[in-house]
């Protein structure tokens, strides 16, 4: 499988689809059906086992003919978590019956992982699942939970033995959002916006069909969705003074009247560093690509989180008395986040959440010693107690 | 912002070769004792090891062509070896000779460069460019030496990095007909070695009075072969500070996993977990930069605003790194006995060295257009 193998597959999907003439949908429905969704992925699941540095070609010349996307941002959780933990775990029926939605964007998947007490501490999770028959009774509660208002399913770690350490005694299912005792209510946050929810699962039943991966190994599969979640933050390829530094430069440009020296100076100090962490992000991928991936992920979300802050900071100064002024405080529900899109009292208010989301940047400087240093870790006085015994 | 080529940000199999080589030259004949032994006495330079860096290595004729009796590889291989200079802080004049007086004659041309550089890159001569280490990319030509009515030059460059060691000097000169590079033998100058802040890289003074000089090329050619030389040596030397930042982490982090205190080893305490995880991610950041310099400065495209970002960038890196190894290895860190102490050295004159950070960020400003 070569690049122009791929373009020709497109060339070709192209002039038998007209993306002119052809329904949305229908058009995305297709190409999954012609293997060219996620061209990594196995035949008949949207792809043709095809070296996963292959799917840019595929995206750029879908982009270049006009083609519709999948939307996905907006679909982000499901492409970038849910849908490589189902392929990893997933039974036959699983796969078939979750990815081509998934993907065309017809399902839209969220990720109730998180707990009011068990955040950065995963593993600690209370919300239990009971057997019952074939079905499973789900309660407890989830938080953080993006795109729940708009979830059709959601992947779901549930507490299934109390009486085992912690990390064992988990187990991973797929949640019909639509389901009896889902309830999903809005959190809202420092932006105003309600981004985020709270979701209660009382009484949840959910068919043992619906399991992802044996009894007990939630954790393994949750590992997964951890995992590919950090890949996927490593984002995307961005030109130079591409996302906020490029908004920022611009502002400068075209606003003479607001400079000054120490905003000048600072200004340029961010210049500097965006464009090294692009030149790293674009490391990170070269080396991907290469099929050497290296640990510098991690420390790639580090950094990100504080140059956005550092810039969303700046950018509100710089803006001298518009700063002083917010653009909207209605609750609204977004169906993705959207940085460009609003002004920067948001933008600097959001900003907060990138250190925290996604692995807070306390947890990600312990995997980074821990893992890529080779540091001791820390005291772990959980290990060996069973979930039921710990203090909470 | 216009279309750039896509850059090569990784090491080829060569580069790693060509590393491999040096590191094990360098971990046999410049080990952190060794140099410690070596700075204080009449010969702070190791020119054996030089000789074989240089020659037997070809490390010298790196960014050569092979028709001047170079290696024709380029500055991505020539920073590969300045990273693994770095990381041992080796004492060797390969800036000023392999790098600064090499890049200045290859910019140049002509004849008196052709005879000149097989040498420099065969290692039988080592070189020195005549300006302040600490001249910057874009500054005025310097107006310290002039060309007398004779040919002959007279005046002073002060702090030139490996002159007291150097045969040959590239001596940037101004005459009746405007700027000029010209060769000049060391014999015919006077040079005074000063006390370096830097121990294992030397500075000295150069004194010309009528010294015999030939013409190596002349006016706005003179003036972009120095710029060249200087934007060349500036963009390299990232890769040096990149080694000197991957030097402080291993050497802090192996310092913490066996330094115990309090009944565990140091490195499991989580401040100072983080504070490493940080020097990491700075790390990341210097290597992909300086590698996007030196790929820039070989394939010529985006070098001025490259240039820029890596000393902007990576020179503070490797100082903080530097500084906090020394605050991480607490009281040993702070003695004489320790290298640390070389590298910091090495790490705050390298952020002076072609330009500090701050004149690198108002030169960047002014191409990148963020006017003040």
Redesign the interface.
């Known amino acids: 499988m070569t690049p122009d193998d791929l373009q020709a597959q497109v060339a070709g999907f192209l002039a038998a689809h007209d993306p002119k003439t052809t329904d949305r949908l229908e058009f995305l429905r297709a190409r999954y059906d012609a293997g060219l969704a996620w061209v990594h992925f196995p035949e008949g699941l949207g792809g043709q086992g095809a070296p996963r540095a292959l799917q840019p070609v595929v995206e750029a010349a879908f982009a270049a003919a006009g083609a519709p996307d999948n939307d996905p941002r907006r679909i982000g959780i499901g492409l970038g978590m849910a849908a490589p933990t189902i392929l990893a775990f997933g039974t036959d029926e699983q796969r078939t019956r979750y990815l081509r939605p998934l993907w065309t964007g017809e399902e839209v998947w969220c990720q109730l992982f998180s707990e009011p007490g068990a955040g950065s501490d995963l593993a600690a999770l209370a919300t239990r699942a009971v057997r019952d028959g074939d079905d499973w009774v789900v309660t407890g509660q989830k938080v953080w939970t993006s795109s729940a208002h708009t979830a059709r399913w959601g992947i779901l770690v549930t507490r299934t033995d109390p009486d085992v350490p912690k990390h064992q005694g988990m187990t991973y299912f797929l949640c019909d959002m639509t389901a009896p005792g889902v309830e999903v209510r809005p959190l809202r946050q420092i932006t105003g916006e309600a981004e985020f929810n709270e979701v209660f699962l009382t009484g949840v039943r959910i068919p043992d069909t619906q399991r992802l991966g044996a009894v007990g190994e939630g954790w393994k599969v949750a590992q997964t969705t951890l995992m590919n979640e950090r890949v996927a933050i490593g984002g995307n390829a961005l030109?130079?003074?591409g996302g906020l530094i490029g908004m920022v430069?611009k502002t400068?440009?075209e606003r003479?009247e607001l400079?000054t020296?120490e905003l000048?100076?600072r200004?340029?100090?961010h210049?500097?560093?965006a464009?090294?962490?692009r030149?790293?992000a674009?490391?990170l991928r070269?080396?991907l690509t290469?099929g050497a991936p290296g640990p510098?992920g991690s420390?790639?979300k580090?950094?990100f989180s504080e140059l956005n802050q550092k810039l969303t900071g700046l950018e509100i100064e710089l803006l001298g008395e518009e700063g002083l002024r917010y653009d909207d405080w209605t609750p609204r529900r977004p169906e993705k986040v959207d940085f460009l899109g609003r002004e920067a009292g948001y933008r600097y208010l959001r900003a907060k959440g990138n250190s925290i989301e996604g692995g807070t940047s306390?947890i990600?400087?312990?995997i980074?010693?821990?893992r890529?240093?080779?540091?001791?870790?820390?005291?772990r006085v959980d290990k060996d107690v069973a979930w039921k015994d710990l203090p909470r | 912002?216009s279309e750039?080529p896509t850059?090569?940000?990784?090491y080829s199999e060569v580069e790693e070769d060509l590393r491999a080589s040096v590191r094990d030259l360098l971990t046999d004949q410049a080990s952190p004792a060794a140099l410690l032994a070596r700075v204080e006495t009449s010969e702070p330079y190791d020119l054996k090891l030089w000789k074989t860096l240089a020659a037997d290595l070809g490390a010298a004729g790196l960014m050569v062509p092979e028709e001047l009796g170079g290696h024709g590889a380029s500055a991505r291989e020539t920073a590969v070896v300045l990273e693994e200079l770095g990381r041992s802080v080796a004492p060797v004049p390969f800036l000023g000779s392999a790098v600064l007086a090499t890049s200045a004659l290859l910019a140049a041309g002509g004849s008196v460069a052709a005879e000149l550089l097989p040498r420099l890159a065969a290692g039988e001569l080592t070189g020195a460019l005549a300006v302040p280490l600490s001249t910057a990319p874009g500054a005025a030509f310097p107006a310290t030496v002039s060309v007398n009515g004779d040919g002959t030059l007279s005046g002073r460059a002060g702090t030139v990095v490996d002159a007291s060691v150097a045969e040959l000097l590239v001596v940037p000169a101004t005459g009746p007909d405007g700027p000029g590079l010209y060769a000049v033998e060391a014999s015919a100058a006077q040079v005074t070695e000063l006390v370096s802040f830097d121990l294992t890289r030397r500075v000295a003074d150069v004194e010309l009075a009528n010294a015999a000089a030939r013409l190596v090329v002349s006016g706005a050619a003179a003036e972009a072969a120095l710029d060249n030389a200087l934007t060349t040596a500036a963009g390299l030397l990232a890769s040096e500070q990149t080694g000197l930042t991957e030097w402080a982490?291993t050497t802090t982090?192996t310092y913490?996993?066996g330094r115990y205190q309090f009944g565990?080893?140091v490195?499991?305490f989580?401040s100072l977990?983080?504070r490493?995880?940080?020097l990491?991610?700075d790390l990341?950041?210097?290597?992909?930069?300086a590698?996007?310099a030196a790929d820039a400065l070989a394939g010529g495209f985006d070098v001025p605003i490259a240039v820029a970002?890596a000393q902007?960038?990576v020179a503070p890196i490797a100082v903080h790194a530097v500084e906090e190894a020394i605050q991480l290895h607490g009281g040993i860190g702070m003695t004489w006995e320790h290298p640390a102490h070389l590298f910091l050295k090495r790490a705050k004159s390298d952020e002076l060295a072609f330009g500090t950070p701050?004149r690198h960020?108002?030169r960047?400003?002014d191409l990148?257009?963020?006017?003040?």
């Open positions: 030109p130079r003074e430069s400068w440009r003479p400079r020296p000048r100076d200004l340029v100090q210049w500097v560093e464009e090294s962490l030149l790293a674009s490391r070269q080396q290469a510098e420390a790639m580090v950094a306390e990600l400087r312990n980074i010693s821990e890529v240093l080779g540091l001791p870790s820390e005291p | 912002m750039l850059p090569d940000l990784l982490l982090v913490l996993k565990r080893p490195g499991g989580q977990k983080h490493l995880a940080n990491y991610t990341v950041n210097a290597r992909a930069t590698r996007y970002v902007a960038r701050g960020r108002a960047l400003a990148v257009d963020l006017p003040a």
